[in-house]
């Protein structure tokens, strides 16, 4: 298909996600969340689903999902209601997920997501609702898999978020710029660890395609199995070629659910696509209406900290920090406050935004450190730029003096003290070495009297070498141009 084809049509996307919530137990029983346990240990007659159990909704799980829908601008309901989602596989031993149905925990907020040519895109969240997760079937790696499926039952009741978008997304690289930042929300206000390869989050992709400038949308696919930030774009790619490929061809896209596999780049038709009704939905007679009173809710937002895009807005505007580093800067909570507390210490936020971009995290990354184990703390590191921008030494010093940091835990004012590096910015101590090169060079100084004005990078890199690379640059370029005269 020739790219003008493809151009023709425009994707409309719509990501359902779900995130698990960091709590240290599960969302109706007190059995514990952790991953890795021998199979079917973390498990209870609640979240085994046995006749007469029954489930006690976890504090914390409504905490922190409220905390979740709040990062996502959402309004948060005063009362929602859980729902029994009826249906039948060997991983859900009650025989229907618990979730929540027409009156979800919240509704109507908005991801803001930066595009690759640095403006930026509103994407509408439709809902944000709770629910419990469904235990693992195993297909592989038993001696007799090809004839049984294995069933572990410890993930049972994990509490889960399930993030609905409008279809408001036009690009796999506007799929992607979407979850990268739920997922940085999430991990920002501790909701999740969204640890993709623990199953943490999880995403599946509505798609379909309608030529540009149609109002309707087209019949859309729901794909599956997107457990990566990278197979969700190229799924999304995929599926998007072969819908238009299909519409081209004459053919029409059917609604059905696909499974994407990533060892052929390809997505296969799973089952035609399940509707509401299929599920029989119904209120969950076991629980009671979720109410959260005004006095709680405010609670839950006051313990809500500093979210990435406030902080790129203070670091632009307070700090004068380019987009591009207050973006980078806001990629962990950690790495926000270790700019932040090393910006104030230096009086240089922008010096100090590029000694953490650049030989910090060059050093963390080679020693393979957490920013929570560097050695050279915020304040250290702000004490460092300081020296730099007060004229103390030199940039060039201070790469050199930053590894000693790291190696020692030393501050730079210990080190410089200690090492005689403090920058030379004594007038009379440079005009000294000067007049030794001036005398040393003679041809060089004619060179430069004759009109060959460029020779002075030389006699000016004879007294930094006769300096030690400590006399102040700057000071050494007019006071060598003073003295040729
Ligand atoms: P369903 O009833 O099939 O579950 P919903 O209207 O609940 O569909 O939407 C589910 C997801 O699909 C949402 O993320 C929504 O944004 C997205 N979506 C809805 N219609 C389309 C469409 N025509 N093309 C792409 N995505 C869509
Ligand atoms: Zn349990
Ligand atoms: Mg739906």
Same mark, same amino acid.
């Not at 994407?123 to 790696?141: F, N, P, Q, W």
């Not at 070629?241 to 609604?255: A, C, K, T």
């Given at each position: 298909?020739?790219?003008?084809?493809?151009?023709?049509?425009?994707?409309?996307?719509?990501?359902?996600?779900?995130?698990?919530?960091?709590?240290?137990?599960?969302?109706?029983?007190?059995?514990?969340?952790?991953?890795?346990?021998?199979?079917?240990?973390?498990?209870?007659?609640?979240?085994?689903?046995?006749?007469?159990?029954?489930?006690?909704?976890?504090?914390?799980?409504?905490?922190?999902?409220?905390?979740?829908?709040?990062?996502?601008?959402?309004?948060?309901?005063?009362?929602?209601?859980?729902?029994?989602?009826?249906?039948?596989?060997?991983?859900?031993?009650?025989?229907?997920?618990?979730?929540?149905?027409?009156?979800?925990?919240?509704?109507?907020?908005?991801?803001?997501?930066?595009?690759?040519?640095?403006?930026?895109?509103?994407?509408?969240?439709?809902?944000?609702?709770?629910?419990?997760?469904?235990?693992?079937?195993?297909?592989?790696?038993?001696?007799?898999?090809?004839?049984?499926?294995?069933?572990?039952?410890?993930?049972?009741?994990?509490?889960?978020?399930?993030?609905?978008?409008?279809?408001?997304?036009?690009?796999?690289?506007?799929?992607?710029?979407?979850?990268?930042?739920?997922?940085?929300?999430?991990?920002?206000?501790?909701?999740?660890?969204?640890?993709?390869?623990?199953?943490?989050?999880?995403?599946?992709?509505?798609?379909?395609?309608?030529?540009?400038?149609?109002?309707?949308?087209?019949?859309?696919?729901?794909?599956?199995?997107?457990?990566?930030?990278?197979?969700?774009?190229?799924?999304?790619?995929?599926?998007?070629?072969?819908? /238009?490929? %299909? #519409?081209?061809? $004459? =053919?029409?896209?059917?609604?059905?659910?696909?499974?994407?596999? &990533?060892?052929?780049?390809? *997505?296969?038709?799973?089952?035609?696509?399940?509707?509401?009704?299929?599920?029989?939905?119904?209120?969950?007679?076991?629980?009671?209406?979720?109410?959260?009173?005004?006095?709680?809710?405010?609670?839950?937002?006051?313990?809500?900290?500093?979210?990435?895009?406030?902080?790129?807005?203070?670091?632009?505007?307070?700090?004068?920090?380019?987009?591009?580093?207050?973006?980078?800067?806001?990629?962990?909570?950690?790495?926000?406050?270790?700019?932040?507390?090393?910006?104030?210490?230096?009086?240089?936020?922008?010096?100090?935004?590029?000694?953490?971009?650049?030989?910090?995290?060059?050093?963390?990354?080679?020693?393979?450190?957490?920013?929570?184990?560097?050695?050279?703390?915020?304040?250290?590191?702000?004490?460092? /730029?300081? %020296? #730099?921008?007060? $004229? =103390?030494?030199?940039?060039?010093?201070?790469?050199?003096?930053? &590894?000693?940091?790291?190696? *020692?835990?030393?501050?730079?004012?210990?080190?410089?003290?200690?090492?005689?590096?403090?920058?030379?910015?004594?007038?009379?101590?440079?005009?000294?070495?000067?007049?030794?090169?001036?005398?040393?060079?003679?041809?060089?100084?004619?060179?430069?009297?004759?009109?060959?004005?460029?020779?002075?990078?030389?006699?000016?890199?004879?007294?930094?070498?006769?300096?030690?690379?400590?006399?102040?640059?700057?000071?050494?370029?007019?006071?060598?141009?003073?003295?040729?005269?």
């Amino acid at each position: 298909m020739s790219p003008g084809t493809l151009d023709k049509y425009e994707p409309v996307i719509g990501l359902e996600v779900h995130v698990q919530l960091a709590t240290r137990t599960k969302i109706f029983c007190a059995c514990p969340t952790g991953f890795g346990a021998p199979p079917n240990t973390n498990v209870c007659p609640v979240c085994l689903g046995l006749p007469g159990a029954l489930p006690v909704l976890n504090r914390r799980v409504v905490e922190m999902a409220v905390q979740g829908a709040l990062a996502l601008n959402c309004q948060v309901r005063g009362e929602s209601i859980f729902a029994r989602k009826n249906y039948f596989y060997p991983d859900l031993p009650k025989g229907y997920q618990i979730s929540q149905y027409d009156r979800p925990l919240a509704e109507h907020g908005h991801v803001d997501i930066l595009l690759d040519d640095g403006g930026s895109k509103r994407i509408g969240v439709t809902r944000v609702h709770l629910e419990d997760d469904a235990g693992k079937s195993m297909h592989e790696g038993f001696r007799d898999s090809d004839r049984y499926t294995y069933v572990d039952l410890n993930r049972t009741g994990t509490p889960l978020i399930e993030i609905v978008s409008e279809p408001d997304i036009r690009s796999s690289s506007e799929a992607y710029a979407y979850l990268t930042e739920l997922k940085l929300l999430m991990q920002f206000c501790g909701v999740s660890t969204c640890d993709m390869e623990k199953g943490h989050l999880r995403c599946d992709a509505n798609v379909s395609v309608r030529l540009r400038g149609a109002e309707k949308f087209g019949t859309k696919a729901e794909v599956k199995n997107l457990n990566s930030f990278r197979f969700l774009k190229q799924a999304l790619d995929y599926e998007i070629v072969r819908q /238009v490929e %299909l #519409i081209e061809s $004459g =053919g029409r896209v059917v609604q059905e659910t696909r499974l994407y596999n &990533p060892a052929v780049g390809e *997505t296969f038709s799973m089952r035609s696509k399940e509707h509401a009704h299929d599920y029989r939905y119904f209120p969950e007679p076991d629980l009671l209406p979720l109410r959260i009173a005004p006095g709680w809710r405010a609670e839950i937002e006051a313990a809500m900290p500093e979210l990435p895009p406030a902080k790129r807005a203070r670091f632009i505007s307070g700090f004068g920090l380019r987009p591009y580093d207050a973006d980078v800067l806001t990629q962990t909570r950690e790495m926000s406050e270790y700019f932040e507390r090393a910006a104030n210490a230096s009086g240089d936020p922008r010096g100090a935004a590029n000694w953490v971009m650049g030989d910090l995290a060059a050093a963390l990354k080679a020693d393979g450190k957490e920013l929570a184990d560097s050695p050279v703390s915020a304040e250290q590191l702000g004490e460092l /730029v300081a %020296l #730099i921008a007060k $004229g =103390g030494i030199s940039g060039k010093l201070a790469k050199e003096i930053f &590894p000693k940091m790291w190696s *020692t835990g030393e501050s730079a004012a210990v080190i410089v003290e200690r090492e005689g590096l403090r920058q030379i910015s004594d007038t009379g101590a440079i005009e000294k070495i000067i007049a030794e090169v001036i005398a040393a060079n003679p041809k060089q100084v004619d060179q430069y009297r004759g009109g060959k004005t460029a020779v002075i990078g030389f006699l000016v890199g004879q007294v930094m070498k006769a300096s030690r690379g400590q006399a102040n640059p700057q000071l050494v370029n007019d006071l060598m141009k003073k003295a040729l005269g």
